[in-house]
């Protein structure tokens, strides 16, 4: 008697139209999984209707963090850590091109076939466009970050469809997690995961008034960062940077402009990516990389001989700037510009650097999204900020 395969559940399934409400809500972080038929997986999946990051980190790491290690507690499962740059940075890149150098290697290479990456629209340089990239150059036409909502995983389908069986997917935490939760369903020999750090994204719309409120030429603006000296650094198309101080952002008027989800969100270190590159655990002018495993490893490896690498630093204290930013936040509080100024270049000589500065970042943030999540969402907060974020909120005194 012959038998025949059934076709997967998710097959059946519909993606959602264009528009149409997500189930995670006015929470949805757009990741994409709802545009394919893998919403069959979506409750499950959802970062934000389903927090799970024990159970994924024990998938992907063979460990779940070790809550006695507060490095675990800020980092996530780690095996090494280092501030790196390229020796030939990459022209256009955002900082000096490791990222779209690994990837370019491993399509080189042969180890994956394709990698899902964002590239910009033709109308707009901030318009995020997942692809599949199937070549080092359609991986380089996706350099530099888009900071907005992108749905990534949208491209899920293609990959089935596309009969790959070795994959590189970068992208961030909620989207990873999505990425995750699905992973044994898309038929993959080889799944590598390159994250960055993210927090603080925006729809396209949000980015629109970020920009206008803030920089002195919002239709020049390549992309921006905020970095280690606490300004917001803008690249603009002529190569000239613009600095603002954090300090003097304009609070009131964009106080509501980051999406729900970013407010919600306590994977700002993108914890189940196998590799994790970002700027934040790093001195200025060099990236922090984190080795969560030994996939992670091997990506590193193929790169190692075209960096600068020094050990990662840790320098001052964090926890009273931490403390005095959560009133100053909760109250929409902006300093006249030569006072932010004035504090910046104080706090930049004594404040937090390298790690420490990483975990300021953390800190703050992990304490501004458990008051969003306790303000807005008060039945999810005992489930969606895991043990390792409320460790982190702990050490603070927060508002009411």
Known sequence: MTTIAQEPKHKKAKALRPGARRPAKELC?????????????VKEACAFLNQQFDSLEEQTHGRSRNLENQ???YFGVHQDMMAARKKEPIEGAQWTGIVSTIACEMLTRGIVEGVVCVQNTKEDRFQPMPVLARTPEEVLAAR????TLSPNLSVLELVERSGMKRLLVIGVGCQIQALRAVEKHLGLEKLYVLGTPCVDNVTRAGLQKFLETT???????VHYEFMQDFQVHFKHEDGSIEKVPFFGLNTKKLKNVFAPSCMSCFDYVNGLADLVV???GAPFGWQWIVVRNQLGQEMLDLVMDMLDTQPVMSQGN??????QSIPAYDKAVTLPLWAAKLMGVVIEKIGPKGLEYARFSIDSHFVRNYLYVKRNHQEKLAAHVPEF???IVAQYQLPK
Request: glycine share 6%.
């Open 278 to 280: 970002g700027y934040m």
């Open 144 to 147: 530099v970050n888009k900071p």
């Open 389 to 391: 974020a409320q460790r």
């Open 215 to 221: 920089s002195y030429s919002p239709d020049t603006v």
């Open 71 to 73: 490095d675990d507690w």
């Open 29 to 41: 972080s757009e990741c994409g999984l709802c545009d394919t038929y893998y919403i069959h997986y």
């Open 318 to 323: 964090r926890h009273q700037a931490v403390q």
